[in-house]
């Protein structure tokens, strides 16, 4: 597709996810988003089947991932497929560490709905879903001059970094939500060599 439809490459919409986040892409989920192979993983539906997370907890990651980015007038991160990047980077690209600290932050997900509402996270109604990651994002992006976000607040950094990369690294995001770019056409398969030392 050429530039008249709105597409842009790989790098440019890494680019500006970057800046979304505030210039800073974590290494597991840039990583994962420039393999060939982890792309082709997780960009259909067909035969995907989920590695690390539950079914519980990969409806979990596609609830709070639509929250983030809900459907408009264009496919929101759920038709993105944002829940199958998440657990193929999780799969494939984040130290287990890193992994686990993910999943224990999925379980606080749950825990802090279950305090607040009486109810796990799925089983609330959406406004309630969207008071609790309000919360939750208002904790992690402090207003600015109030210093760096608390440790526990990661967790919530990085399911909103997922959301976003792959959501705008995604067919759907590059073409239809960002604007196009002077580099052209979007181009999935863009080799990590050409990245070169831009994201360093």
């Known amino acids: ?3 008249s439809n709105g597409e842009i490459t790989r790098r440019e919409a890494l680019a500006r996810v970057a800046v979304l986040l505030g210039g800073v892409i974590s290494a597991p989920t840039m990583a994962g988003v420039l393999d060939a192979a982890t ?4 960009a259909t539906a067909q035969g995907w089947a989920p590695r690390t997370l539950s079914p519980s907890q990969l409806e979990l990651v596609a609830v709070m991932a639509e929250h983030i980015i809900p459907r408009t007038d264009t496919p929101g991160a759920r038709a993105a497929g944002v829940h199958r990047f998440v657990d193929t980077l999780l799969s494939d690209h984040y130290p287990t560490a890193e992994r686990d600290r993910f999943l224990a932050g999925l379980a606080d997900v749950d825990a802090r709905a279950r305090s607040q509402q009486g109810k796990a996270f799925l089983a609330c109604a959406p406004a309630q ?3 609790l990651l309000t919360e939750l994002d208002e904790a992690a992006y402090p207003v600015s001059g ?7 607040t990661w967790f919530f950094r990085r399911m909103k970094e997922l959301t976003l990369v792959g959501y705008y690294t995604s067919q759907v995001g590059a073409a239809q939500e960002l604007h196009p770019s002077p580099f052209g056409a979007y181009r999935g398969d863009i080799p990590y060599t050409s990245v070169g030392r831009a994201w360093s």
């Open 39 to 42: 792309r082709r993983a997780w």
């Open 146 to 152: 109030a210093g760096a976000p608390p440790p526990e």
């Open 129 to 131: 879903q969207i008071t």
């Open 1 to 3: 597709m050429s530039e």
